[in-house]
């Protein structure tokens, strides 16, 4: 099945700064969705991008199939951006989730 | 509804219990998906229907693992003799069907003590 790796593992940073996330897959994919999981474990829908660019706010990502990477940019970070963020992929009908990048926001 | 509803929160289970969890997804979402999160690890397939049939249970650990979606609505997945390896959380998924947004519930958590 598709693989999906997820970098950095972990990342810290100070309020107000901007950052990326990175999504490599291993084969084409016809979904690939990023979620954001809370302290209270639920995973909230970002992003719905098996191609191209969308914008929310001061979340943006970046899909390029071609190349199998999806980014995930953060901008002007908050606390409340804190949390694990999850890429996931499929190339059928299920989706298979990377490892996740644990975000950490000081004030 | 407004989203996927899963219950209950919590259980806890003594080891050699049978438990079900229960999943109601969004109204109209013709594709169900279980998944089970263990702590510090990304959610892994555990099963998929498609309206009330299961078209693929491969992510399943063992036979005491059992999903069923009788009227392709409510979903329900049993574990049967809990381990304490089946302490874990439960996520449940729709989505209008194949390769479109799925939309996660809030998770059970289990606990096998």
């Known amino acids: 099945g598709i693989q999906v790796e997820q970098s950095p593992p972990d990342l810290i940073l100070q309020e107000g700064a901007n950052s990326t996330l990175r999504c490599n897959f291993s084969?084409?994919?016809?979904?690939l969705q990023w979620f954001h999981q809370n302290p209270w474990g639920q995973l909230i829908n970002l992003f719905y991008?098996?191609?191209g660019t969308k914008q929310n706010g001061r979340l943006s990502a970046t899909t390029v199939a071609t190349e199998r990477y999806s980014l995930l940019y953060i901008s002007s970070s908050q606390t409340t951006d804190s949390g694990v963020y999850f890429c996931?992929?499929?190339?059928?009908?299920?989706?298979?989730f990377g490892e996740g990048t644990q975000l950490t926001v000081n004030p | 509804g407004a989203g996927v509803s899963q219950s209950p929160r919590y259980k806890v289970a003594k080891r050699g219990q049978d438990v079900a969890l229960r999943c109601d997804p969004i109204?109209?979402?013709?594709?169900l998906f279980w998944y089970q999160q263990a702590l510090g690890q990304g959610p892994e397939f555990l099963t998929y229907?498609?309206?009330?049939?299961?078209?693929?249970k491969s992510g399943l650990p063992s036979d005491r693992f059992f999903a069923e979606r009788p009227e392709g609505s409510v979903s329900t997945l049993k574990i049967q003799r809990t381990q304490q390896e089946d302490s874990a959380v439960y996520l449940c998924?729709?989505?209008?069907?194949?390769?479109?947004?799925?939309?996660f519930g809030q998770g059970t958590r289990l606990t096998v003590v």
């Open positions: 998924a729709s989505s209008r069907g194949m390769n479109t947004e799925a939309f």
């Open positions: 084969d084409s994919v016809n979904n």
């Open positions: 991008i098996p191609s």
């Open positions: 996931a992929a499929s190339s059928g009908s299920r989706l298979t």
């Open positions: 109204s109209g979402h013709v594709s």
């Open positions: 229907f498609q309206n009330e049939a299961q078209l693929d």
